[in-house]
């Protein structure tokens, strides 16, 4: 048996979960507390995990296909404030480089309140035909006389000509000190937050290298031959190497994990993820079958690095009811256990003896929650798990299931302050945490232009069950717990994909620009071990911002079989998209397919001014043969093609939705369905440009195979 082992390393415990690599099948969990205060730090838990699922397990080593790990270390790092003082060397010349000196004066920059990254900079002045080895030395230097414990080495236009950052990083190594290039962390013009993204990613370089370094030792002794991957935050897996270099990618991977576990388990078209634990919620949009990622900040700073786009709430199982003069009033964000109380939902009845209502404020300046204080002495908190318990959300077997009767004492003598019963009070406590959580599904429905009636909500995490049924009873949504949702992240980690992505500022892009950016996120993706034969490469195009962007998603291996997939049949499909577009079923038509995708299309006619005027739209969607819609367009064109014939089809399509205007020539977006690759060609500014990465992309297609184009108006998206 070929075994996948990923383990998830959080604040309070370490989780590890075994799956079966053929059939994706859940083959067993373990837990242990993490160990924050070991020798080895957390790579002591790490080992702990490991040996005991695959001791308990009879996992041998050589099973073992693949391993990776989840790491909150860095997000920590930074709430925490534990990180090293940054040295910036800077190089320039002339007027540009006092621009250069200015940007990349970063000083001392909030993290979180009270909690401060500190930087100090060397100016190296560049004089033409001159070698600067010298006062590069003598600037790291005197960055480590001033307490640097890592430095970054920052240059204008390093992007185009990274010779003089690497020169840094040369000396650094020769003298012992971890060194970062802006060019490596982001391709992107913008000195000032290319290098602030740097210093971030160089401030938490030391801590992480030990972390790496202990990780790999103990996985190495546990005599497992795979190389130990780790979890970004774009929901991907790198090498340990890359940690070494960027460990700026593993904030906040531990959200992307809990994502990439779902889109594995629940063939997720459009939906919501919301990783609920005891404190707090992390809320996520997946889109197109697709997690939807933005530039992150940190300490209120724009960086270059690409995370997932996860808004966190104060909303877990564990949160408490705020009251005021004795009645509810509100819920969190502290959870029990920064009060040190036990749940209520979690103990007996018989603790629960005549309860008194009383106040706590957990950290001085909090408002007053409420507790109660039993006959016996016991003090039980509050919950959003007693109220969901209470009113009947969480059921019989869920990790969140607890003893209703315990919680309906402890919640008597609030429900009676506020006259009313206890369910009652209970819902009323819900529906504050619904406002909550509302409040930022419906700013992520905006903001990714959601259809709220074809949009799920998935729920992971162990109290998945205490926030997301109700609030998807409230605002009116489809809601599902996901499979596993306790370990869900875990499994993210095992199931992930290596993922790397290139950026890269260029004015007026040609084909040889496009495919240069597409050939090195390529070279990365294999670098960060992914087998070249299972890489995927989306490149993107955007003229407005002058930018090419490359992703490239690949496995760790071939997979040979995949269990848990199910092909649906072509009357299935049509009732999928008829539901998703809310049109009838008998007016939907299969215009397109291949040998994994379809391209199912209508005629709408909208009236308008009493039915004077209509409106005709052809709304497409490219479902998979799981039921996944992967392409979704308002008003498109489609044409079946083979690869042969492909570009003739395309310059059809070109003849009929190219625009012509004062501003120019707008092309049309166009979409490439090759088996279940979607190639986006949109946003290319010119016919060779589109057909130049089409015929790299179809490649390694044969002549005959079936290939589905869409098309759009510009201004139909």
Known sequence: MKVRIGIDVGGTFTDAVAINNDTYELIATVKEPTTHRAKEGVAAGIVKVLNRIMKENNIKAEEVIFIAHGTTQATNALLEGDVAKVGIVTLGKGVGGMKAKGDTTMGDFELSPGKYLHSINEYVNIVEGE?????????????????????????????????????????????????????????????????????????????????????????????????????????????????????????????????????????????????????????????????????????????YLNSLDVRTVGIGGGSMVQIKNGKAVDVGPRSAHIAGLDYEVYSSPEDIINPKLAVISPIESDPDYAYVECENGKKFTLTMAGAANICGYVKEGDYAYGNREAAMRAWKPLADNMGITVEEAAKKVLDYAALKNGKVVKELISDYKMDPRTTTFIGGGGGA????????????????????????????????????????????????????????????????????????????????????????????????????????????????????????????????????????????????????????????????????????????MVRESNKAGWKGTLNHILEELTEYNDGGVNLPNVYVISGKRIIDLSGLQSPEQLISLGDVELSSSGDNEKIILVATKRIDG
């Open 131 to 303: 070698d600067i080895s010298e006062g590069v030395k003598q600037g790291v230097k005197a960055l480590i006389a001033n307490g640097a414990k890592s430095i970054v080495a920052a240059e204008a236009f390093s992007v185009d000509n990274p010779e003089n950052e690497d020169k840094v990083l040369d000396i650094c190594s020769e003298e012992g000190i971890p060194g970062t290039a802006t060019k490596d962390i982001s391709k992107l013009y913008g000195l000032k937050v290319r290098t602030r993204t740097a210093v971030v990613n160089a401030s938490i370089l030391p801590k992480m290298l030990d972390a790496a370094n202990m990780t790999e030792e103990s996985i190495k002794k546990a005599d497992i031959t795979s190389p130990l991957m780790v979890m970004r935050c774009d929901g991907g897996v790198m090498t340990i190497d890359e940690v070494r270099n960027r460990p700026i990618l593993t904030i906040l991977s531990g959200p992307a994990a809990g994502v990439a576990g779902a889109l594995m388990y629940e063939k997720v078209t459009d939906g919501i993820f919301f990783e609920v634990g005891g404190t707090s919620t992390d809320i996520s949009c997946i889109k197109d079958g697709k997690v939807m990622v933005k530039y992150a900040e940190v300490g209120g700073h724009k960086t």
């Open 465 to 636: 069950s205490t926030v997301v049924p109700h609030l998807g009873e409230s605002m009116n949504h489809k809601f599902k717990i996901a499979q596993n949702a306790p370990v869900i992240s875990t499994i993210g980690v095992a199931l992930a994909m290596v993922r790397d992505m290139v950026e890269r500022t260029v004015l007026n892009p040609t084909e040889a620009d496009i495919l240069s950016v597409r050939r090195e996120a390529e070279l990365q993706a294999v670098k960060n071990g992914a087998d070249p034969a299972t890489i995927e490469i989306q490149v993107e195009v955007d003229s407005q911002r002058n930018l090419i962007r490359a992703i490239a998603v690949g496995a760790t291996e071939l997979r040979s079989k995949d269990l848990l997939k199910k092909r649906l049949t072509d009357d299935e499909l049509l009732d999928i998209v008829a539901s998703n577009l809310n049109a009838p079923k008998e007016s939907l038509y299969i215009a397109a397919t291949n040998e994994s995708m379809k391209a199912v299309t209508y005629e709408r006619v909208e009236k308008k001014l009493f039915g004077l005027v209509k409106k005709k739209t052809t709304p497409v969607n490219i479902v998979d043969d799981e039921g996944i819609i992967r392409l979704q367009k308002i008003n498109g």
